[in-house]
């Protein structure tokens, strides 16, 4: 009365794709996300590992807080960074966002 009389399914045909075309929306968005987001941040992380290994002293530079200055010394993890006459401060290589070109502090 309650409980219906359950029929027997004839078994479904088989995909001749073998499923592949259910995958192919997701193997396309990991394709997209590759190319638009993880490739260039992967070239992005190159180009700044290259500026912090050439930096050297008497590089005119800006960090990630916006201060600029001028490279008075180099050593394996920090910089000195002379921002005026006869001040210098310690930064982190890593906080080097861009190197400016010769003489460009002159003109601040």
């Known amino acids: 009365m309650l409980i219906s ?8 045909a088989a995909d001749p794709t073998g499923g592949f ?3 192919l929306p997701i193997i396309l968005m990991f394709v997209v996300l ?3 987001m993880i490739r260039p941040q ?4 190159k180009e700044h ?3 912090i290994e050439a930096l050297a002293k008497g590089d005119e530079v800006v960090t990630g807080g ?3 200055g001028r490279i008075t010394k180099v050593s394996e993890n920090f910089i000195a960074l002379e921002i005026a ?3 210098e401060i310690q930064v982190q290589k890593q906080a080097v966002t861009l190197l400016l070109p010769k003489g460009t502090l002159k003109a601040l």
């Open 85 to 87: 006459d006869t001040v």
């Open 21 to 23: 075309m259910q995958l």
């Open 66 to 68: 916006g201060i600029a």
């Open 34 to 36: 590759y190319f638009l």
């Open 49 to 51: 590992k290259a500026l």
């Open 42 to 45: 992967m070239k992005r992380t």
């Open 5 to 12: 009389t359950a029929h027997a399914q004839t078994a479904a």
